[in-house]
C-alpha cells in the first residue's frame, strides 16, 4: 500500500477513483522495439486495490510494450482483483455503492490518431444504453506542453457532443488546462500523479 498511502483516506471515501495505467504487468520478456517499455509484476495488481483504484484507463501508448502477452496478462491481473479497465473499442462500466453505473471509454490517439473517433462515438453510444454517467479518456497531446493543441480541443469538444459527461486527457506528463463546454468539463491532461514506470 506504499504507492498510494498518503491519498488512501481520499480515494477510499470517493465514489470511484480511476487511474490512467500506463505500462503492463506481465512476466513476459518479448517487448516490442521501442525508445521506452514499461512493465511491472502482475502480483503488482495489488497497488490498485490497496491504494482504492476501482478502474483503470488502458488505452494507451505503453499498453502493447509487451505485444499481446502484455496486454492479456495485464487484464487477466485486473480481473483477478476486480478493477475495471476500458480501451479501444472495449468499454467499462462500475456501480458505485449508491447504485450509479459509471461507464468509461479509453483511447490513444498517440498512435491511433483520428481513428479514435470511431472507438469513442462507437463506445458512447453503446455506453448510453447502461451508464449513468460516462467518461471519455483519451490519451492525447504533445509531451511536456502545458496547453492543448487544436487537435485535443477538437476532439474533446466531439466527446461532449456525443454524450460524454466528462473528458479526462493525460499523455502529456505534465497538467494542462480545463475546459468547460456545453456545461461540461474537459481536462485536457492530468500529468503524473504516480509514476514510476522507469
Not at 10 to 27: C, H, S
Not at 81 to 94: L, P
Request: charged content about 25%; proline content about 2%.
Amino acid at each position: 500500500d506504499y504507492f498510494f498511502k498518503n491519498v488512501k483516506n481520499i480515494f477510499e471515501a470517493d465514489d470511484l477513483t480511476l487511474v490512467n495505467f500506463e505500462g503492463v504487468l506481465t512476466d513476459s520478456d518479448e517487448l516490442v522495439e521501442k525508445q521506452y517499455n514499461i512493465k511491472g509484476e502482475p502480483e503488482y495488481n495489488q497497488i490498485l486495490t490497496e491504494g482504492s483504484v476501482e478502474a483503470v484507463s488502458f488505452g494507451n501508448n505503453h499498453r502493447i510494450d509487451y505485444g499481446q502477452e502484455g496486454v492479456d496478462d495485464t487484464i487477466a491481473a485486473f480481473n483477478e482483483v476486480g478493477v475495471r479497465y476500458a480501451y479501444d473499442d472495449i468499454t467499462g462500466i462500475y456501480e458505485t455503492e449508491n447504485g450509479v453505473k459509471v461507464g468509461f471509454v479509453s483511447v490513444n490517439e498517440v498512435y491511433d490518431e483520428k481513428q479514435v473517433e470511431v472507438y469513442l462515438e462507437d463506445g458512447i453510444n453503446q455506453l448510453k444504453e447502461e451508464a449513468d454517467v460516462i467518461l471519455t479518456c483519451c490519451h492525447w497531446g504533445d509531451e511536456t506542453h502545458h496547453y492543448p493543441n487544436d487537435y485535443q480541443i477538437e476532439l474533446g469538444r466531439k466527446c461532449i457532443d456525443w454524450g460524454a459527461d466528462l473528458v479526462v486527457g493525460c499523455h502529456p506528463h505534465v497538467l494542462e488546462g480545463i475546459d468547460c463546454y456545453n456545461g461540461k468539463y474537459i481536462l485536457y491532461s492530468l500529468g503524473n500523479f504516480c509514476f514510476g514506470g522507469n
